[in-house]
Nanobody
Framework: QVQLVESGGGLVQPGGSLRLSCAAS????????IGWFRQAPGKERERVSC????????YYADSVKGRFTISRDNAKNTVYLQMNSLKPEDTAVYYC??????????????????WGQGTQVTVSS
């Protein structure tokens, strides 16, 4: 079956770094765009990054631009999110998700059909 599994979350101090992984099974990852979303308690789920499958174009939310980098390794069927200079406001559950498209298009969660279970990122002293 189609499955996305996130890993790499944890507790880090402000200014620290984490690399999140999104491993896909049951489908060919390079046929799909992959987005990273995050959701903090009481807040809306928001897209922080996305990478297309065919062209490799990327998107970053203004809040993470210059600090986060998205990449993919099609041979490993995995997408990564490198997070540097982490801030307390980055604390959230992070999800990877795939739309039925090769392109990122819009950032509405409703456009994404496949979701992982999420991985917790906590940035605190």
């Amino acid at each position: 079956q189609v499955q996305l599994v996130e890993s790499g979350g944890g507790l880090v101090q402000p200014g620290g770094s984490l690399r999140l992984s999104c491993a896909a099974s049951g489908f060919t990852l390079d046929y799909y765009a992959i987005g990273w979303f995050r959701q903090a308690p009481g807040k809306e789920r928001e897209r922080v990054s996305c990478i297309s499958s065919s062209v490799g174009s990327t998107y970053y939310a203004d809040s993470v631009k210059g600090r986060f980098t998205i990449s993919r390794d099609n041979a490993k069927n995995t997408v990564y999110l490198q997070m540097n200079s982490l801030k307390p406001e980055d604390t959230a559950v992070y999800y990877c998700a795939a739309p039925l498209s090769k392109y990122c298009r819009g950032g509405s969660p409703g456009m994404y059909h496949y979701w992982g279970q999420g991985t917790q990122v906590t940035v605190s002293s």
